[in-house]
């Protein structure tokens, strides 16, 4: 006997996740963004300065 395949749901039908928003608060992100990435430019920056200390041939 044969084993029966599983029954899925048809790809067709998507899943709706209510909490997933995706224009609701974008205004409100982009701030977020470019803080995050200025600090992270910050941090290379300062990263680079200490190992050239470190490794000469930076």
């Known amino acids: 006997m044969a084993p029966r395949p599983a029954v899925t ?7 709706v996740d209510s909490s997933i928003s995706i224009d609701g608060d974008r205004d409100q992100n982009v701030g977020a963004i470019i ?16 190992a050239q200390d470190v490794i000469p041939f930076l």
């Open 9 to 15: 749901k048809p790809a067709s039908s998507p899943v």
């Open 35 to 50: 803080v995050d990435a200025i600090a992270a430019a910050v941090a290379i920056a300062f990263t680079v300065l200490l």
